[in-house]
């Protein structure tokens, strides 16, 4: 059965409510035929034009950390938009003069804008006008206001991506109204836009909000006032003569025949109605007065509506991606507009959706090497890069980059990348090689593309030279010595259905500690890419019997065909579960428990992963993308020592020591063989510190300047009582973090992943740094933009931000009727962060002897004398500091700070404003191509439009005289 959730915002016992709930109800016998024809159909849904949402299978709504149900309006939600309504240009006119300040005026138009931008979708194009004049007062100051083009461009209309939704959203929120009216200039402005976009074939159409007041009151005055005998005499009163803006709006409309939607904030008399009112009738559009701003999407029903029945075109397409209400990481849907051949109109928008996470794990099944992968859609955006943060870590709609700006370096043309583009946003197949270096490779490299079926999206695959031949791993054909390889889920061969079928494991196994690690065995985990169909594996067969049918295919000799001649798994699959079973019958034979030691393990290339001891791993768990694995790879032939991390295993803080493994024989430094496994092991960060500490302090009776002693700075000097100098030792790695400190570290029982901040060497040691980057050149500065970065309300500590929790009367009142809004119970959003790091030069690496670095320092913090060293054939460099004398120990020695600012990393929170501005920019500059101007064709929607501008007093009167006429007539 199906669920239905109403809108905070929608009145339950409202008669449009009821009747959609209840005609909404006979889609349940067509979801379960959808479900039945295609078990892959995990959600269905249909949200109407009155704010319902009915779901299948019918779930329990989410709550948010008070209990409450979180709020959802499908209105509102990427899918149902794009299936709404076609391509448009949509300018809002908003009048921000002084008369708008007063009740709830402005609040209202805010309101409107708001749920305007927010219905937009990407095709779309928008701009925000507020409209207001200079003024004299009533005490002869001049006041100087003209009207502001919202966004990032004065003279075009900006794509309603979700950044310049944020950025115009922001803008509208912090406008205060002010100044004189001025319509005339606003609306030639609007115009202008219209008559200059990329849409300006498709549908236009202009919001239009005001208050209907020819005047802004006896403080605003449109002429500079003089003095007299008597006193200053004021200038004249503004009073606006809406004919002229009548006329000159019926002349701008002749070609572009925008429609025009109008709205009054305030109806203080009948009069008011008529600008607004006129406007709209008079260009096929509507008028409604708007008494509150609560609900609005319902009461500007007569805009979405005329929306949604005015483009012919019912085809649909795969939204772009966006962020799942219910927490399901990044979603694409496929919506379907519902349209009503009896009435004329939509009644509404059915949709399916599938986590962008399964799209790019079909993709990827079939990577191997460097090869590199990304999605784009028709206007260039990427919807996916191999560049990317998971997707599970973007805290909001994230910014769409350029493909070209992540394919091309900054400094390369790269024309053949123009036309790949090019035939990529066309939807075409077909290959090209390039070799022009790029942002992420260089060489010879070809890029094969095509694509999706049924969508707007393309994707490629680029593949350097090297890795045109594929090396796969061959399957043992001798296993003797193997032993049984044991699937990771422990517990199911406990279970009666395996006892049944596989006897001799749970005594083998140990069957009694089962939910335990497991020192008998070890075990192997498959990531959701070693499966052909893992929506198969996921929700149709249970656990017991996955694990059956993985454990018989691993260790038994079904022919291993791969999924695309009908098999279960991916070739060679089988191959690296077999293979990995010698490491971890070795692992098992050397085990330790004297040893600190947690666990072992190893992945793969194509997504295995072996464990000893046995355990469980989380389904979600991605071997390729733990940091562990990425750094092994990018540093081959090196031993990578970790950060201190969270395991996600829950071991707690741990460090790990990673070697890649490759495929074949590694002779010399540099060794062209690919990477096709990481060996790993764990250690708890407490013992791996004091062992490593161990290594690298000296022996404290042997001598007085050991690591982490104190001592007198010169001996002999009469002074050197009052200064006690020391002697320092850390370990950082190849991005200047410290990994090993002897005086201070992490602390083990925190269980906060967010406080865990790398603390680069440039914040212990910044003199030390600041000769390292800029004497010796081992380190070279980096700056950089993430569009997906998260942010925290509080640094260290989960924090309630403040919005949406009631602080006014009214507020309070909302709480109590509403049930909210309340925020989710989370310090994190989505943000857009510059940052300055710094990574290892590695033609500098062996520089001054052997990569070996020496220098005193003296200056605004310490001084000193230091020593750089690598450790051999690891990521590491060990760093002593002797004689070292804190010179300040105020907190806000200005030299010291200074000295700070630019040896530390660092990262500084963009403005939604600035943020989508430049990216703008930088997307209309990278992108190199016109906008699609792709326009549906249009139905001929006639609105009804009416206003009244008489009083009560005069339609009686004039209803009087009607009878008086007709009573004659009678008697005639």
Request: hydrophobic residues 35%; aromatic residues 12%; glycine residues 6%.
């Given at each position: 059965?199906?669920?239905?959730?109403?809108?905070?915002?929608?009145?339950?016992?409202?008669?449009?409510?009821?009747?959609?709930?209840?005609?909404?109800?006979?889609?349940?016998?067509?979801?379960?035929?959808?479900?039945?024809?295609?078990?892959?159909?995990?959600?269905?849904?249909?949200?109407?034009?009155?704010?319902?949402?009915?779901?299948?299978?019918?779930?329990?709504?989410?709550?948010?950390?008070?209990?409450?149900?979180?709020?959802?309006?499908?209105?509102?939600?990427?899918?149902?938009?794009?299936?709404?309504?076609?391509?448009?240009?949509?300018?809002?006119?908003?009048?921000?003069?002084?008369?708008?300040?007063?009740?709830?005026?402005?609040?209202?138009?805010?309101?409107?804008?708001?749920?305007?931008?927010?219905?937009?979708?990407?095709?779309?194009?928008?701009?925000?006008?507020?409209?207001?004049?200079?003024?004299?007062?009533?005490?002869?100051?001049?006041?100087?206001?003209?009207?502001?083009?919202?966004?990032?461009?004065?003279?075009?209309?900006?794509?309603?991506?979700?950044?310049?939704?944020?950025?115009?959203?922001?803008?509208?929120?912090?406008?205060?109204?002010?100044?004189?009216?001025?319509?005339?200039?606003?609306?030639?402005?609007?115009?202008?836009?219209?008559?200059?976009?990329?849409?300006?074939?498709?549908?236009?159409?202009?919001?239009?909000?005001?208050?209907?007041?020819?005047?802004?009151?006896?403080?605003?005055?449109?002429?500079?006032?003089?003095?007299?005998?008597?006193?200053?005499?004021?200038?004249?009163?503004?009073?606006?003569?809406?004919?002229?803006?009548w006329t000159e709006v019926e002349q701008l409309n002749r070609e572009q025949e925008a429609r025009i939607f109008s709205?009054?904030?305030?109806?203080?008399?009948?009069?008011?109605?008529?600008?607004?009112?006129?406007?709209?009738?008079?260009?096929?559009?509507?008028?409604?007065?708007?008494?509150?701003?609560?609900?609005?999407?319902?009461?500007?029903?007569?805009?979405?509506?005329?929306?949604?029945?005015?483009?012919?075109?019912?085809?649909?397409?795969?939204?772009?991606?966006?962020?799942?209400?219910?927490?399901?990481?990044?979603?694409?849907?496929?919506?379907?507009?519902?349209?009503?051949?009896?009435?004329?109109?939509?009644?509404?928008?059915?949709?399916?959706?599938?986590?962008?996470?399964?799209?790019?794990?079909?993709?990827?099944?079939?990577?191997?090497?460097?090869?590199?992968?990304?999605?784009?859609?028709?206007?260039?955006?990427?919807?996916?890069?191999?560049?990317?943060?998971?997707?599970?870590?973007?805290?909001?709609?994230?910014?769409?980059?350029?493909?070209?700006?992540?394919?091309?370096?900054?400094?390369?043309?790269?024309?053949?990348?123009?036309?790949?583009?090019?035939?990529?946003?066309?939807?075409?197949?077909?290959?090209?090689?390039?070799?022009?270096?790029?942002?992420?490779?260089?060489?010879?490299?070809?890029?094969?593309?095509?694509?999706?079926?049924?969508?707007?999206?393309?994707?490629?695959?680029?593949?350097?030279?090297?890795?045109?031949?594929?090396?796969?791993?061959?399957?043992?054909?001798?296993?003797?010595?193997?032993?049984?390889?044991?699937?990771?889920?422990?517990?199911?061969?406990?279970?009666?259905?395996?006892?049944?079928?596989?006897?001799?494991?749970?005594?083998?196994?140990?069957?009694?500690?089962?939910?335990?690690?497991?020192?008998?065995?070890?075990?192997?985990?498959?990531?959701?890419?070693?499966?052909?169909?893992?929506?198969?594996?996921?929700?149709?067969?249970?656990?017991?019997?996955?694990?059956?049918?993985?454990?018989?295919?691993?260790?038994?000799?079904?022919?291993?065909?791969?999924?695309?001649?009908?098999?279960?798994?991916?070739?060679?699959?089988?191959?690296?579960?077999?293979?990995?079973?010698?490491?971890?019958?070795?692992?098992?034979?050397?085990?330790?428990?004297?040893?600190?030691?947690?666990?072992?393990?190893?992945?793969?290339?194509?997504?295995?992963?072996?464990?000893?001891?046995?355990?469980?791993?989380?389904?979600?768990?991605?071997?390729?993308?733990?940091?562990?694995?990425?750094?092994?790879?990018?540093?081959?032939?090196?031993?990578?020592?970790?950060?201190?991390?969270?395991?996600?295993?829950?071991?707690?803080?741990?460090?790990?020591?990673?070697?890649?493994?490759?495929?074949?024989?590694?002779?010399?430094?540099?060794?062209?063989?690919?990477?096709?496994?990481?060996?790993?092991?764990?250690?708890?960060?407490?013992?791996?510190?004091?062992?490593?500490?161990?290594?690298?302090?000296?022996?404290?009776?042997?001598?007085?300047?050991?690591?982490?002693?104190?001592?007198?700075?010169?001996?002999?000097?009469?002074?050197?009582?009052?200064?006690?100098?020391?002697?320092?030792?850390?370990?950082?790695?190849?991005?200047?973090?410290?990994?090993?400190?002897?005086?201070?570290?992490?602390?083990?029982?925190?269980?906060?992943?967010?406080?865990?901040?790398?603390v680069s060497i440039g914040v212990k040691e910044p003199e030390v740094m600041e000769q390292l980057l800029y004497k010796?050149?081992?380190?070279?500065?980096?700056?950089?933009?993430?569009?997906?970065?998260?942010?925290?309300?509080?640094?260290?500590?989960?924090?309630?931000?403040?919005?949406?929790?009631?602080?006014?009367?009214?507020?309070?009142?909302?709480?109590?009727?509403?049930?909210?809004?309340?925020?989710?119970?989370?310090?994190?959003?989505?943000?857009?962060?510059?940052?300055?790091?710094?990574?290892?030069?590695?033609?500098?690496?062996?520089?001054?002897?052997?990569?070996?670095?020496?220098?005193?320092?003296?200056?605004?913090?310490?001084?000193?004398?230091?020593?750089?060293?690598?450790?051999?054939l690891t990521n590491l460099h060990l760093l002593v500091v002797e004689n070292r004398l804190a010179m300040s120990s105020?907190?806000?020695?200005?030299?010291?700070?200074?000295?700070?600012?630019?040896?530390?990393?660092?990262?500084?929170?963009?403005?939604?404003?600035?943020?989508?501005?430049?990216?703008?920019?930088?997307?209309?500059?990278?992108?190199?191509?016109?906008?699609?101007?792709?326009?549906?064709?249009?139905?001929?929607?006639?609105?009804?439009?009416?206003?009244?501008?008489?009083?009560?007093?005069?339609?009686?009167?004039?209803?009087?005289?009607?009878?008086?006429?007709?009573?004659?007539?009678?008697?005639?």
């Amino acid at each position: 059965m199906s669920a239905v959730k109403v809108s905070e915002d929608v009145p339950r016992s409202a008669e449009e409510t009821i009747d959609a709930v209840l005609y909404t109800r006979h889609l349940d016998q067509i979801f379960r035929k959808n479900r039945e024809k295609d078990p892959r159909l995990i959600w269905q849904y249909f949200g109407s034009p009155s704010g319902i949402l009915r779901t299948y299978p019918g779930k329990a709504w989410t709550l948010n950390f008070v209990g409450f149900p979180n709020d959802y309006d499908p209105r509102l939600r990427p899918w149902y938009i794009a299936a709404s309504s076609g391509p448009k240009a949509v300018v809002i006119l908003l009048d921000c003069s002084k008369s708008m300040a007063e009740g709830n005026r402005f609040k209202i138009a805010q309101g409107v804008a708001e749920v305007v931008i927010k219905s937009l979708s990407r095709q779309d194009f928008v701009s925000v006008i507020c409209m207001r004049e200079n003024y004299w007062d009533d005490i002869g100051t001049w006041h100087e206001y003209e009207i502001e083009v919202l966004g990032c461009d004065y003279n075009k209309m900006v794509p309603a991506t979700s950044e310049q939704q944020r950025n115009l959203l922001v803008q509208v929120k912090n406008l205060t109204p002010e100044g004189t009216s001025e319509f005339e200039v606003g609306f030639r402005k609007a115009f202008e836009l219209l008559s200059n976009s990329s849409r300006a074939g498709c549908l236009s159409t202009i919001v239009f909000v005001t208050d209907g007041l020819d005047s802004d009151g006896y403080t605003v005055r449109c002429g500079p006032g003089y003095y007299a005998r008597s006193g200053y005499v004021p200038g004249p009163e503004c009073r606006y003569n809406w004919e002229t803006l009548w006329t000159e709006v019926e002349q701008l409309n002749r070609e572009q025949e925008a429609r025009i939607f109008s709205y009054l904030t305030h109806l203080s008399s009948e009069a008011t109605k008529k600008l607004p009112g006129k406007l709209a009738c008079d260009h096929r559009g509507s008028f409604k007065v708007l008494s509150d701003s609560r609900n609005l999407i319902t009461k500007m029903r007569d805009y979405f509506n005329f929306l949604a029945n005015s483009v012919q075109n019912t085809q649909s397409y795969w939204t772009s991606p966006y962020r799942d209400a219910s927490g399901l990481g990044m979603l694409v849907a496929y919506p379907v507009p519902a349209y009503s051949t009896k009435i004329k109109q939509t009644i509404g928008v059915a949709s399916i959706d599938v986590t962008l996470d399964e799209i790019i794990d079909h993709i990827q099944k079939e990577m191997w090497g460097d090869v590199s992968t990304f999605i784009i859609n028709s206007f260039g955006d990427s919807i996916f890069h191999s560049s990317f943060s998971p997707n599970s870590e973007i805290a909001s709609d994230p910014f769409f980059l350029p493909i070209a700006d992540l394919e091309r370096a900054s400094n390369e043309t790269m024309p053949e990348f123009v036309s790949i583009e090019r035939s990529m946003r066309a939807s075409r197949t077909g290959q090209q090689t390039v070799n022009t270096p790029g942002k992420y490779m260089t060489g010879n490299r070809t890029y094969y593309y095509t694509s999706l079926n049924n969508s707007d999206y393309s994707f490629a695959f680029v593949i350097p030279e090297r890795d045109h031949v594929i090396r796969y791993l061959s399957e043992a054909v001798n296993r003797s010595g193997l032993g049984v390889s044991y699937f990771h889920h422990l517990t199911a061969y406990a279970s009666k259905l395996l006892r049944k079928k596989l006897p001799y494991a749970y005594e083998a196994l140990e069957g009694e500690t089962l939910n335990q690690s497991n020192y008998y065995h070890s075990t192997f985990f498959l990531q959701s890419g070693c499966f052909c169909d893992l929506f198969r594996y996921l929700y149709v067969m249970s656990p017991e019997e996955a694990t059956l049918d993985v454990h018989q295919f691993m260790n038994g000799r079904e022919k291993d065909v791969g999924c695309w001649e009908g098999g279960r798994y991916m070739k060679h699959v089988r191959a690296e579960v077999l293979l990995t079973s010698r490491a971890g019958r070795i692992w098992r034979e050397s085990f330790n428990a004297s040893l600190p030691v947690i666990q072992v393990y190893m992945g793969t290339e194509r997504g295995v992963v072996r464990i000893f001891p046995g355990q469980r791993l989380p389904r979600t768990y991605n071997a390729v993308k733990r940091h562990w694995y990425k750094k092994a790879v990018l540093f081959p032939n090196k031993t990578i020592i970790s950060l201190p991390y969270l395991d996600a295993i829950g071991h707690g803080r741990v460090m790990s020591i990673s070697q890649a493994v490759f495929q074949g024989n590694v002779t010399g430094d540099k060794s062209p063989l690919p990477v096709k496994a990481v060996l790993s092991m764990d250690l708890l960060y407490v013992n791996l510190q004091a062992r490593l500490l161990d290594v690298i302090a000296s022996n404290k009776n042997a001598r007085k300047k050991g690591c982490g002693t104190l001592y007198r700075c010169l001996e002999g000097d009469s002074l050197a009582v009052k200064h006690v100098c020391e002697t320092r030792c850390y370990l950082f790695d190849e991005d200047s973090n410290i990994v090993i400190d002897d005086r201070s570290g992490y602390q083990n029982s925190d269980l906060n992943d967010d406080k865990m901040v790398a603390v680069s060497i440039g914040v212990k040691e910044p003199e030390v740094m600041e000769q390292l980057l800029y004497k010796h050149g081992l380190f070279k500065l980096i700056k950089s933009r993430d569009y997906h970065g998260t942010c925290h309300t509080s640094r260290l500590a989960s924090m309630v931000t403040m919005d949406g929790i009631p602080s006014t009367a009214e507020e309070i009142d909302n709480f109590y009727r509403l049930r909210g809004p309340i925020p989710d119970f989370s310090d994190k959003y989505g943000c857009v962060l510059d940052k300055i790091t710094f990574q290892l030069q590695a033609s500098n690496h062996t520089a001054d002897g052997g990569g070996t670095f020496s220098g005193q320092i003296l200056g605004p913090c310490t001084t000193g004398t230091y020593y750089v060293e690598p450790l051999p054939l690891t990521n590491l460099h060990l760093l002593v500091v002797e004689n070292r004398l804190a010179m300040s120990s105020h907190p806000y020695d200005f030299n010291c700070q200074a000295l700070h600012s630019i040896v530390e990393p660092a990262q500084a929170q963009v403005s939604d404003s600035e943020a989508s501005c430049q990216y703008h920019s930088v997307f209309a500059k990278v992108q190199g191509m016109e906008e699609s101007d792709y326009c549906p064709a249009l139905r001929e929607v006639t609105l009804p439009c009416g206003f009244s501008t008489g009083s009560g007093m005069q339609i009686i009167t004039e209803v009087l005289w009607l009878l008086v006429f007709l009573t004659i007539v009678k008697n005639a």
